[in-house]
């Protein structure tokens, strides 16, 4: 079975997701219309064609496959992938392609963005990569995707285009900028003060990791800086978003169990909202356009 097969496909309205996460194992979370993807995992094929990758940290369950990922963008005559990183990881990257160029012979090249926390990245027209601090490990980033675009001010509605273009010469600000929050990764991170940006909050997807369900992993979230589903489901209830992903489960914990924990926990409009991530789409029964063959 190829990498294909092990990514999990999640279509939230217009948006649609495609990823493999378990901690401690991979994280790789694509989203194709807007050319970018949050970690890179072991780069799945589907990863190699987008554009933008977004690191939140260097754990290896998240960045593995980033070498090879600027390869074989390289190897296929495609333009230098650009990855944003966490500024301390700028210079280490560089490093490792640089060895990669060694041992392999040819350097792949890359076009490294590092990333502080505050500052935004134009993907594209209208379209910005926004960093901010999470509290996993040193430097650790989330990413929000934002659309920016100019609105006519609501005085101006009714105005004919010719009349708006005369305010506009005279120097009248006839348009206001609006921000629309698209979708959030949290990449790996326990509770922090990101939860209250409102880039954050009113995203219209959030992606959370949310690695312990087990009552007894208290101990092993708060050691290895990770959301426990009850801290979590906390931050939930405060939150705007339409659509709220789950990702980074420990290896052990069963979907199943995890789902109905969140069902029985959390309240019903909370609960519409939650998707994991590694769920399988629930079978739809057959189609009932055949009749059933006559009895003998
Ligand atoms: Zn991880
Ligand atoms: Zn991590």
Redesign the pocket.
């Known amino acids: 079975m190829g990498s294909r097969q092990r990514l999990n496909k999640l279509e939230l309205d217009s948006l649609e997701i495609l990823g493999y996460s378990v901690a401690g194992e991979e994280t790789v979370i694509t989203v194709p219309s807007l050319d970018v993807c949050f970690d890179i995992g072991k780069s799945p094929e589907p990863a190699l064609s987008i554009n933008h990758v977004l690191l939140s940290?260097g754990?290896m369950d998240?960045a593995a496959g980033i070498a090879y990922y600027c390869s074989q963008r390289d190897f296929r005559e495609m333009a230098p992938g650009t990855v944003l990183l966490p500024k301390r990881l700028a210079g280490p990257l560089e490093n490792l392609l640089a060895c990669w160029g060694q041992i392999d012979g040819t350097y792949p090249p890359a076009n490294i963005i590092p990333m502080e926390a505050g500052q935004e990245y134009e993907i594209r027209r209208n379209l910005f990569a926004f960093a901010f601090a999470t509290n996993?490990?040193n430097g650790s980033l989330g990413f929000t995707i934002i659309e920016r675009r100019q609105k006519l001010k609501s005085e101006f509605l009714d105005l004919p285009g010719a009349e708006i273009a005369r305010l506009r010469k005279s120097g009248k600000e006839v348009t206001y900028t609006m921000n629309m929050p698209l979708i959030t990764y949290l990449g790996?991170t326990m509770s922090g003060d990101f939860e209250q940006l409102a880039c954050v909050r009113h995203s219209k997807v959030l992606i959370a990791e949310c690695t312990f369900f087990d009552s007894d992993h208290h101990d092993r979230a708060r050691a290895g800086k990770h959301y426990h589903f009850d801290n979590l489901s906390r931050v939930l209830e405060q939150m705007e978003n339409e659509h709220i992903v789950l990702t980074h489960l420990s290896r052990r914990t069963d979907i199943a169990k995890a789902r109905k924990m969140v069902n029985k926990t959390l309240p019903d409009e909370l609960v519409k909202k939650i998707t994991f991530l590694m769920e399988r789409p629930r079978r739809k029964p057959p189609a009932e356009t055949e009749k059933p063959p006559p009895s003998q």
Do not use: A, P, Q
């Open positions: 940290h754990h998240h996993h490990c790996d």
